[in-house]
T-cell receptor, first 117, second 111 residues
């Protein structure tokens, strides 16, 4: 099986711009979660989509949004970029059930490194 | 409020010896715990997990122990190998699809 893919791998944007990141989950996985990783903050949960609906949400401002398509692919959008948004953005997929160990095991992509200048 | 904490930013052990990575949590509602390993320039890779109804889970050289009363879990790697050198993240979940991660512990296994 192909793994989780994320595009682009690297991105440089200017403050005030917006950016869209893309994630393709493992075939058969219906849940896609997004995390932000910064050196001092570890992995912070952004949101999770399951069957095109946002099922879980973290504590990020409304500038961070996402969506999921019928083929389970997901996009994350950040508007009005700030310097503090510079981070590695990780996408993770899982099969999407609500119980059982497999529901919790997530498979991560390599991430998109976003630099805001 | 950091609900999952890995208090040791780094750990160095000799090849062949045991590596013990620790993790503490504060939310008693967590019902599933996971460990991930991360190499540079790659995303985290799932390693091993444990349900809150168990106190031990073993997979080859990796064993995770859960002490619910202390809200503490640990990952044991025996024997440690140089290829185990990576950042290890502890994660805890109440909902499928959402995990709360610790800040990670960098393990270095010296030949």
């Amino acid at each position: 099986k192909a793994g989780v893919t994320q595009t682009p791998r690297y991105l440089i944007k200017t403050r005030g711009q917006q950016v869209t990141l893309s994630c393709s989950p493992i075939s058969g996985h219906r849940s896609v979660s997004w995390y932000q990783q910064t050196p001092g903050q570890g992995l912070q949960f952004l949101f999770e989509y399951f069957s095109e609906t946002q099922r879980n949400k973290g504590n990020f401002p409304g500038r961070f949004s996402g969506r999921q398509f019928s083929n389970s692919r997901s996009e994350m959008n950040v508007s009005t970029l700030e310097l503090g948004d510079s981070a590695l953005y990780l996408c993770a997929s899982s099969w999407g059930g609500t119980s059982g160990g497999l529901s919790y095991e997530q498979y991560f992509g390599p991430g998109t490194r976003l630099t805001v200048t | 409020d950091q609900q999952v904490k890995q208090n040791s930013p780094s750990l160095s052990v000799q090849e062949g010896r045991i590596s013990i990575l620790n993790c503490d949590y504060t939310n008693s509602m967590f019902d599933y715990f996971l460990w991930y390993k991360k190499y540079p320039a790659e995303g985290p890779t799932f390693l091993i997990s444990i349900s809150s109804i168990k106190d031990k889970n073993e997979d080859g050289r990796f064993t995770v122990f859960l002490n619910k009363s202390a809200k503490h879990l640990s990952l044991h790697i025996v024997p440690s190998q140089p290829g185990d050198s990576a950042v290890y993240f502890c994660a805890a979940s109440t909902n499928a699809g959402k995990s709360t991660f610790g800040d990670g512990t960098t393990l270095t296994v010296k030949p």
